[in-house]
């Protein structure tokens, strides 16, 4: 069975950063791309970026450039997002995707992360 | 960046109706549309992938079709489980972006 399990997630403060991780298992990690897609409080939902097999790409949505970093683990099956200069506008679910074919074909469950001081 | 726009934003159905969902690209995107379900609790599935290809195990009175820039998720006869909020996505290039949601509601 295919699960991705995020944690890392929780209250930060403005300013601060935080790391979340999703541990992948059920399926050959390294042989995917990965990404990260968040959704802020009664919103819809917004891609992040993506990383592929060998971490020699990394997409983001612009916005988000200078401020998050996707990287990998495959010794670990893990997937980070490092997150910094957190503001109120990052409160969101963050979830951890797979890909496949062009379609993000595995979800986790998410993990919530708050900014407030 | 590709703007997705879908429409509507909500709407109200009842059991065993026929929808469509709408989904507009700002560009053309060459067939690379998904759709994707999230159910209240948050869980998120893939529905289609590249306009009209079923994922593993979907219940096939889901269908997708379009081109260019004009795509449409159908459900054929509504059930139960199939209230939930439905998101489109572009896959043609980075990033990748998604529609602002539909909500479909018991009626």
């Known amino acids: 069975e295919v699960k991705l399990v995020e944690s890392g997630g929780g209250l930060v403060q403005p300013g601060r950063s935080l790391k979340l991780s999703c541990a992948a298992s059920?399926?050959?990690?390294?042989?995917?791309?990965m990404g990260w897609v968040r959704q802020a409080p009664g919103k819809g939902l917004e891609w992040i970026g993506e990383?592929?097999?060998?971490?020699?790409?990394?997409n983001y949505t612009p916005s988000l450039k200078d401020k998050f970093t996707i990287s990998r683990d495959n010794a670990q099956n893990t997937l980070y997002l490092q997150m910094s200069k957190l503001g109120s506008e990052d409160t969101a679910i963050y979830y951890c995707?797979?890909?496949?074919?062009?379609?993000?074909?595995?979800w986790g469950q998410g993990a919530s992360v708050t900014v407030s001081s | 960046d590709i703007q997705m726009t879908q429409t509507p934003s909500s709407m109200p159905a009842s059991l065993g109706e026929r929808v469509t969902i709408s989904c507009r690209a700002s560009q053309d995107i060459s067939n690379y549309l998904n759709w994707y379900q999230q159910k209240p609790d948050g869980t998120i599935k893939p529905l289609i992938y590249?306009?009209?290809n079923l994922q593993s195990g979907v219940p096939s009175r889901f269908s997708g079709s379009g081109s260019g820039t004009d795509y449409s998720l159908t459900i054929s006869s509504l059930e139960p489980e199939d209230f939930a909020m439905y998101y489109c996505?572009?896959?043609?290039?980075?990033?990748?972006?998604f529609g602002g949601g539909t909500r479909l509601d018991l009626k």
């Open positions: 995707t797979r890909a496949r074919s062009r379609i993000m074909d595995a």
């Open positions: 590249y306009t009209s």
């Open positions: 990383i592929n097999q060998d971490s020699s790409t990394i």
């Open positions: 059920g399926f050959s990690f390294n042989d995917y791309w």
């Open positions: 996505q572009q896959y043609d290039i980075s990033p990748r972006t």
